[in-house]
């Protein structure tokens, strides 16, 4: 019997819900281990990134330090004229405190003539200088004696700390004065500690106990009163991300605090904040760190605060321009008392503390750190002539220690002179307002350090630098560089010689005629050669150049310190040469310094961040050129004081000070210079207009003006020239013979050995000639032995 068929598909058992296939469960397991895989190698190799980022940074150098610029330190001493007013101004430009409570560096009192002060403690080049208190006495307008209290002794010198004129910063602006852990104050620490962080020693740089105290805190007043953020975690962010408010950024912030406590001491990192954070805004310098807060605050070192101070300070974390003591002393003083009752809460402030701490006020000095730019022309020469050894990012981020030459006293004296005696010129020749400009540098005759620069009529303003720029035509300031290159040939000339000073035209390369003449239009003739510097006649002094020859000056010129390109034009005989005061300066020095090439310099030495020492700029001296004809020359210049243009000085100083100095005016009045000396300083001054119209102005009327204003108020000694060996001194008469101290109208003049007068004057007389000769045979029979 045939079996029926069977449709095997039909036949097929369908399947139930048990037997249906699943995918393999294996590969699911696979590719979740593979994304578990990949996100432990991404976040190990981001946490390597990051832990690369934290070590490299606060490993290596963490901070770009400004460089600090520092006036020369005043240094007192027995017998230094000084009165108590001067003395007592200087204190105020050093920020001295008066007070009668001695507690801390930068604090005085006075009683009648004396002073009692504690000075401060200050890391100088050749070493560091303790804190002192010591008793000044002032007698008849000097010091009379310096006592140090603490020893009873007296003190042979005393060198103050000097006064800080300016900064060169990194370009973010941030100031801050570096500081260790153990020279902070131990309130200060636990002031922060107990209102930021108080699990700081326990947590490893994240705290969750933090977080949920500061939810709860912020529940309760209804509104965000404390963060939840670690010391760690503020660090982190200002240190190294920036200020945005992003989930992913407060993982990264809490990621690289761990990586951070993880390789380093709870201390370092605790310096680390305590330099970094930022407590206040001045200008656009912006303060960091609690060091550089404590100057900037309350004038002192942060390791002087007292506990009302420092709890101030830590106030200021929360909401540095909120709390700001100067502008809103109310809000400061409020968050201060809270974080002092914090530290007394949790018992790291004594209640009798507490209590006294609350009792002062803000507390704040009146005084701020001098801005960057206070001198703007002179820190501009320092950065300068550092730059000879430094670049310019060293000098804006190694926090160099750079002291300079500038004499405060007198940079503020010469400041407030030169802008007082312009504004006088610009009403008394009706010049229009603001439109005249002047410069002026000065330097100490001896060592040719520069005490002050000005570069503008409003000195305090930071721009075009007059003193080092402003290249213009010197004028009659180039005559005495004719002059010397005539009396370096006394077989030729003397200042007896006669020069002649009429017309003379000379034929230019152009084809033109050049026909120079005298300032009074007039010719003068025959006139003896000090005369015709002393009167500076223009046509004597191109026809004694045009003899010497023009080369022969440039070269003149070029050993005085000129060194831009001369060319040797015969106007370059009437000052056709452009300079900038600083090189006019440079000019002179060499004939202030007898013939002796100094540079001029601003630095006296630098030194590290750590005050160890990088440099020293020393005095270098070369002879450039005769000192006997400088002598003469030199003298001469002193006739120009006397009789010449620059009489006009003695309305402001004695006859005594026996000035040395030119003045120098050029064509239509469009320049007025004047460069000249005492016995301590040279200056030179240079008025004119930036757009090169008259300035109504000759060297006598207007540059010397300023001159003597200023020499009136800084100078202290008059000039002794340095007669040479092979300088003698013979009377003469008018007629240029050798006469006697007998004859009418004779003056004595010096002259190099061998180059007097040979020819008698017949006021000598017989009997006198046979004198003289017998005087000049006894004295060859001397030499000659």
């Not at 006036?71 to 430009?93: K, R, W």
């Not at 954070?277 to 007292?306: C, T, W």
Request: net charge positive; glycine share 8%; with cysteine.
């Amino acid at each position: 019997m045939a079996k029926p068929k069977i449709n095997v598909r039909s036949a097929k058992k369908k399947p139930t819900k048990r037997n249906q296939k699943k995918p393999s469960s294996g590969l699911l397991k696979r590719s979740l281990l593979k994304l578990v895989l990949l996100f432990v190698v991404v976040t190990a190799g981001y946490i390597f990134y990051l832990d690369n980022i934290v070590r490299t940074q606060f490993e290596g150098k963490r901070w770009a330090l400004p460089a600090h610029v520092f006036a020369n330190p005043v240094e007192l001493y027995q017998g230094l004229p000084l009165t108590t007013t001067q003395f007592e101004s200087l204190l105020s430009d050093l920020r001295y405190q008066h007070t009668i409570r001695l507690t801390s560096g930068g604090k005085y009192y006075r009683s009648g003539q004396t002073f009692t002060l504690r000075t401060r403690g200050f890391t100088f080049f050749d070493g560091k200088e303790a804190s002192k208190t010591i008793k000044i006495y002032f007698n008849n307008g000097s010091v009379s004696s310096i006592k140090n209290i603490k020893t009873g002794r007296d003190e042979a010198l005393l060198r103050l700390d000097p006064v800080q004129v300016g900064s060169f910063y990194p370009s973010h602006k941030e100031d801050r004065i570096l500081v260790r852990i153990d020279e902070v104050p131990r309130t200060l620490i636990d002031g922060l500690i107990s209102i930021e962080d108080r699990d700081f020693y326990q947590h490893y740089g994240v705290s969750a106990k933090s977080i949920l105290r500061a939810m709860w805190a912020n529940l309760k007043a209804g509104r965000v009163v404390q963060g939840g953020s670690t010391l760690t975690q503020q660090l982190i962010k200002n240190f190294y991300l920036s200020s945005e408010r992003r989930l992913w950024r407060k993982i990264k912030e809490a990621l690289m605090a761990l990586l951070i406590d993880a390789h380093y001491e709870k201390d370092e990192i605790l310096e680390a904040y305590i330099n970094e954070i930022f407590l206040g805004q001045d200008g656009e310098r912006s303060i960091h760190g609690f060091g550089m807060a404590s100057v900037f605050y309350f004038n002192k070192p942060l390791i002087e605060l007292k506990p009302h101070q420092t709890a101030l300070l830590v106030g200021l974390v929360k909401g540095p321009s909120y709390y700001d003591p100067r502008r809103h002393p109310e809000r400061a003083l409020k968050r201060r008392n809270l974080v002092l009752d914090e530290m007394a809460r949790l018992g790291v402030l004594p209640e009798q503390q507490r209590k006294i701490a609350k009792r002062f006020g803000v507390d704040i000095s009146a005084f701020k750190q001098i801005r960057s730019s206070r001198f703007p022309a002179f820190l501009d020469l320092v950065k300068r002539q550092l730059s000879r050894d430094y670049k310019d990012e060293d000098l804006r981020s190694e926090g160099l220690n750079i002291f300079s030459t500038l004499d405060y006293n007198i940079q503020t004296t010469a400041e407030k002179l030169f802008k007082k005696k312009l504004n006088a010129l610009n009403k008394q020749y009706g010049i229009e307002k603001g439109k005249l400009q002047g410069a002026m540098v000065i330097t100490r005759r001896e060592g040719g350090e520069i005490v002050a620069v000005i570069g503008d009529r409003n000195p305090a303003f930071n721009g075009f630098n007059r003193a080092l720029d402003a290249v213009r035509p010197i004028g009659s300031l180039v005559k005495p560089a004719v002059y010397l290159t005539a009396l370096e040939q006394p077989q030729n000339y003397t200042l007896t010689s006669e020069v002649d000073d009429s017309a003379i035209s000379l034929k230019q390369r152009s084809g033109e005629l050049w026909a120079p003449k005298n300032y009074d239009k007039l010719e003068h003739g025959l006139v003896p050669l000090h005369t015709a510097l002393s009167h500076s006649y223009n046509l004597a002094t191109v026809r004694l150049g045009m003899e010497l020859k023009v080369p022969n000056v440039k070269r003149t010129l070029e050993q005085l310190g000129v060194r831009r390109p001369i060319k040797p034009y015969p106007s370059l005989l009437l000052g056709a040469l452009s300079l900038s005061p600083i090189e006019v300066t440079q000019m002179y020095q060499t004939l202030a310094g007898d013939g002796f090439f100094t540079h001029l310099r601003s630095i006296q030495s630098v030194t590290s961040s750590e005050h160890s020492a990088l440099q020293r700029y020393a005095l270098r001296v070369q002879q450039v050129v005769n000192p006997s004809a400088v002598y003469l020359v030199n003298t001469a210049l002193q006739e120009v004081m006397r009789e010449g243009t620059g009489r006009s000085a003695y309305r402001y100083l004695s006859q005594d000070y026996n000035l040395v100095g030119k003045t120098g005016t050029t064509d239509e009045l469009r320049d007025s210079w004047f460069a000249g000396f005492s016995g301590d300083y040279l200056a030179v001054v240079w008025l004119g207009r930036d757009d090169n119209k008259p300035s109504k102005l000759t060297g006598a009327s207007g540059a010397l003006q300023v001159w003597s204003s200023v020499m009136q108020s800084i100078s202290k000694e008059p000039v002794l020239l340095n007669k040479p060996d092979d300088v003698e001194f013979s009377w003469v008469d008018q007629q240029g013979y050798r006469a006697n101290e007998f004859c009418t109208n004779a003056v004595q003049y010096p002259f190099i050995k061998g180059s007097s007068p040979v020819d008698v004057s017949p006021c000598v007389g017989a009997v006198g000639r046979v004198i003289e000769r017998a005087g000049h045979w006894f004295e060859d029979l001397v030499n000659d032995r």
